[in-house]
């Protein structure tokens, strides 16, 4: 597979297990923490859903779809029947899973509805988000032992979704930002992720004039380039996280759109990507 980087790859592995590609992050593993981004190889869904796409609401024929979460799960080391995910709506809104919520979303009905975040302090349930070119951010409390998971699409990047994810794990578990290791998982790059000037003032309104440079690029055609890897990449430092407990991937769902699901370059027709983490 010819990956296409926007810098280099040393935060981010890539691992083939039973033919199921996952990718996970530097300083995640080094903690020990179950977690991975999936791709689009090693599953059972055909056409534009091939192979492993992870979403019940994409049109896929259900069997495929728990057939290529059983894979997925077996190569990243979980139990898929206890998985609990997010009810995705752009917002900024953060569930607090327990035990009582382990299945929802894949082998029980769930009522966790109009959710982009989730966290647990509870070994053995993996919390997963879904992905075609937003961005997953992944958290881990090494001190208070709690897990979380956020998905940060522009408008719960401007709108800061992961500070709020770290101000929720400080009043439910007591977490110091500045413990906390963090990954910004593959989407789509400032390269392929061209916006219209409204959404570019929501940026530069809601960053800082040392940030803006960074993240909002001017096409002088009415037409601007994001960075949501940098955008997301501050929100963590601004909301008290180290940077050198971040890691910032450098893939593109959008440049590897054969290898990761991207809603821009197959106009819609695609399957979603999973992103998981589990308190060991």
């Known amino acids: 597979m010819n990956i296409k ?21 530097d300083k995640l593993d080094k903690a020990g923490v179950t977690h991975a981004f999936s791709t689009r190889m090693g599953g059972v ?18 069997d495929r779809v728990m057939e290529n979460h059983r894979r997925f799960a077996r190569a990243v080391g979980y139990d898929y029947t206890k998985l609990v995910f997010s009810d995705q ?17 894949i082998v029980k009905e769930s009522d966790i509805k109009e959710i982009d975040g989730l966290a647990t302090n509870v070994p053995g349930i993996p919390l997963m988000t879904f992905y075609a ?27 800061k979704i992961s500070k709020c994810m770290l101000d929720k794990l400080n009043k ?3 977490t110091d930002p500045g413990d906390v290791i963090c990954a910004v998982g593959p989407s789509i790059c400032k390269e392929c992720y061209e916006v219209s000037k409204d959404v570019a003032d929501q940026f530069k309104a809601a960053y800082t004039e040392d940030e803006v440079p960074y993240i909002v690029f001017d096409k002088y055609n009415g037409k601007y380039l994001l960075d949501l890897h940098r955008a ?32 821009r370059a197959s106009k819609g027709m695609r399957g979603n990507l999973g992103a998981v983490i589990m308190l060991n």
Request: charged share 20%; proline share 3%.
């Open 89 to 105: 709506v752009h917002k900024t809104d953060i569930y607090k899973v327990d035990e009582n919520d382990a299945g929802k979303g």
């Open 172 to 174: 439910w578990y007591g």
């Open 133 to 159: 070119d937003c961005v997953p951010v992944f958290f881990f409390d090494p001190v208070n032992r709690v897990v979380a998971m956020n998905h940060s699409g522009w408008k719960g990047t401007v709108a």
């Open 232 to 263: 997301n990449y501050f929100n963590l430092v601004d909301a008290g996280v180290k940077p050198e407990n971040i890691d910032v991937t450098d893939i593109c769902t959008c440049c590897n759109s054969g290898w990761l699901f991207s809603h």
């Open 45 to 62: 869904s055909e056409g534009y859903l091939g192979s492993m796409n992870l979403s019940f609401h994409r049109g896929d024929d259900p």
């Open 5 to 25: 980087y926007i810098n280099d790859s040393r935060s981010t592995h890539i691992h083939n297990k039973d033919g199921v590609e996952y990718i996970t992050f």
